[in-house]
């Protein structure tokens, strides 16, 4: 299972590139304009020149709304920027068919500029207070659209947690279904390591952790400690080794 730790600012970047033995993709988001908030093309940039060469860099272009072309040139603008993971939150998409455009559109941008990169279709175990799309329908959504992963994370960071909206059967049922299409599940919100047991059993490739490795476990006001990130893998690792 591939561990993914989100720093937002260049600063904290630095500090997971202090940690990056224990990781395997830097994230560049920005959690004050939401669960997947997109940050500035050159925080993307000096995030990129801050960690190692051989560490993925990952970037969120949003929550976004059901605007295919605005997507499209932000995803683009995210790859330029230096993400080869460039992970997309179908927030307004409120049909299988309206995230399915928006991805396909993504997808092209993309890999028209860069072949080689990484597409990931984002929804939210929380779908339901927001309106949008059923988490269940994202594997087919992706494998539609022709992208790469397909990713739960929550919409609302209120303190529930991605098992407080889908418990583990769903969510494995969700890894399942990517799995069938030869796509990586990507699992993440508000995931602690006391959940790391229920995500290594049904299969997850890819964890996203923020809080969790955070001072006081605080997302949004806390940074990320390399210490926490390190403890964090270990406890990863003792159960992928079981």
Not at 27 to 43: I, T
Not at 100 to 109: K, P
Not at 203 to 220: H, L
Request: proline residues 5%; hydrophobic residues 45%; contains cysteine.
């Amino acid at each position: 299972m591939l561990l993914l730790i989100s720093p937002d600012s260049v600063e904290e970047a630095l500090d997971c590139a202090k940690a990056a033995e224990h990781l395997d993709i830097v994230d560049v988001k920005k959690p004050d304009e939401g669960s997947l908030g997109a940050n500035y093309p050159w925080v993307i940039r000096e995030i990129r020149a801050a960690v190692p060469a051989d560490t993925p860099v990952s970037a969120t272009v949003g929550d976004v709304p059901y605007k295919p072309g605005t997507v499209a040139q932000a995803a683009l603008g995210a790859a330029v920027s230096g993400a080869t993971y460039i992970k997309v939150g179908l927030y307004g998409c409120g049909t299988p068919e309206q995230a399915i455009e928006v991805m396909r559109g993504v997808v092209r941008a993309v890999k028209e500029y860069r072949a080689d990169a990484f597409v990931v279709a984002s929804g939210y175990a929380d779908a339901h207070r927001i309106g949008s799309v059923n988490p269940l329908a994202l594997p087919d959504i992706a494998f539609r659209s022709g992208a790469d992963a397909a990713m739960l994370d929550t919409a609302i960071k209120d303190g529930t947690r991605l098992f407080d909206h889908l418990p583990p059967e769903v969510c494995a049922d969700f890894v399942k279904r990517a799995h069938q299409v030869d796509l990586l599940a990507a699992l993440a919100g508000s995931v602690k390591a006391a959940d790391l047991g229920e995500l290594t059993s049904m299969g997850t490739d890819i964890v996203g952790v923020r809080g969790a490795v955070c001072e006081g476990g605080d997302r949004t006001a806390g940074r990320i400690q390399p210490h926490l990130v390190a403890a964090f893998r270990a406890e990863l690792d003792r159960w992928a080794s079981r």
